[in-house]
């Protein structure tokens, strides 16, 4: 079953390009269903990466983060209200 999708003129160029590419580079001519579904098969096994791709910020950190940064806590010696940190730190 297939299902038309629709993309904006720079995504198709670009997917034309990439598949004019594969062709010159491979000898092998690909179609453009072959190569999203190639594609979409790749962005699917590394999905967290897709996914992290469409947040706006890194904020929240993951629990793995979370914990590296806690780990690697150390206390400076000085004790300071947080609206002295940028004295505390840069004089």
Do not use: C, W
């Amino acid at each position: 079953m297939t299902t038309a999708v629709k993309v904006h003129d720079d995504a198709k160029s670009r997917l034309e390009e990439l598949q004019a590419e594969i062709r010159l580079e491979t000898g092998h001519n690909v179609t453009q269903q072959e190569l999203l579904t190639r594609l979409i098969d790749e962005a699917y096994e590394s999905r967290e990466d897709v996914i992290d791709s469409f947040r706006e910020s890194s904020v929240p950190l993951t629990t793995a983060e979370k914990e590296a940064m806690e780990r690697n806590r150390f206390h400076s010696g000085v004790d300071a209200e947080e609206r002295d940190v940028d004295d505390v730190l840069y004089g």
